[in-house]
């Protein structure tokens, strides 16, 4: 266990290092807004505040109201974050001078910075710790509005870079938004990983046409017993895993078998299985 510790510490360590340079090098000397409590650091940086004490000010006082509100358990998990992240925000501020960028096109430093960052906070995430800021300002707002965290990141990130007009252009604008996409896409592609396969759930009143298609192609497929949440009429829903090269020959072919069918496709993650097709 504590090996296990040692490891999420560095791991957190490592990616709060990775974030705060693309902040630094990338999004801060190009006066780019980009999120949370970072961002308007950016903003506040053109009034001579310093990014990494203004961070870690906000981050303290997130962190007292987080307790009150969201209580110890969930507390605990940004408490690290909160006081590591301005910490290597103003270690790597010393890097700022040893990257001159002002014969950089500003959307390729919002790319490299996006590319970073997103790669840094899925290693926040995978470690399970957060870096405070706007992250616990998500969950309270999640908590008491009844929305998902990813909802209400969208809401806080996107008003914190919309506040980038008041000192910026809306080119600069348009380019937060950019790389908030960019970060939210590849921290969740660091954290669960390429999905190499889709889950099919499948409702059809042609259950054993279709699930011998399915075994003819597939080493197994598994049967649910389902019930209808209208009339709780007894149905079999068919479940199968699909590599992504197969997606659209297994979609179009359940379909040609049954044009009504009630078909949901996810992506599946960690298959255990080697081999899910024959």
């Known amino acids: 266990i504590k090996k296990n510790m040692v490891s999420k510490y560095i791991t957190l360590f490592v990616a709060c290092l990775i974030v705060s340079f693309a902040f630094n090098v990338f999004f801060l000397q190009n006066d780019i807004v980009c999120f949370g409590i970072s961002g308007l650091s950016i903003v506040l940086n053109q009034y001579g505040i310093t990014p990494s004490i203004f961070i ?9 109201v987080s307790y009150i509100i969201l209580g110890r358990e969930v507390t605990e998990r940004s408490i690290v974050g909160s006081i590591l992240f301005p910490l290597c925000v103003s270690i790597t501020a010393n890097f700022i001078p040893l990257f001159d960028l002002s ?5 390729i430093s919002a790319l490299i910075g996006a590319f970073l960052s997103g790669i840094g906070y899925g290693l926040v995430y995978k470690s399970g710790y957060t870096t405070g800021g706007t992250d616990i300002i998500n969950q309270i707002i999640a908590k008491y509005m009844h929305i998902t965290t990813c909802e209400a ?3 806080t990130d996107g008003l914190v870079i919309l506040s980038g007009k008041l000192v910026f ?3 600069t604008v348009l380019y937060g938004y950019m790389i908030l996409f960019i970060i939210s896409s590849l921290a969740d592609k660091v ?3 390429r ?8 409702i059809t009143e042609h259950d054993k046409e279709i699930k011998e298609y399915l075994l003819s192609i597939m080493n197994g497929i598994t049967l649910i017993n ?8 007894k149905k079999c829903m068919l479940l199968a895993v699909v590599p992504n090269k197969d997606y659209y020959l297994v979609r179009d072919t359940i ?13 599946a993650y960690e298959v255990n299985r080697k081999e899910v097709m024959e």
């Open 195 to 202: 999905s190499k396969c889709k889950t099919f759930y499948i």
């Open 56 to 64: 870690l000010t906000c981050n303290l006082l997130l962190i007292i």
């Open 255 to 267: 379909k040609s078998i049954d044009k009504d069918v009630f078909l949901m496709i996810n992506d």
């Open 226 to 233: 389902a019930k209808s949440g209208n009339d709780y009429e």
């Open 169 to 171: 252009s809306w080119e």
């Open 153 to 155: 990141m969208y809401f």
């Open 103 to 107: 014969g950089v096109e500003k959307i």
């Open 191 to 193: 954290v669960f990983g």
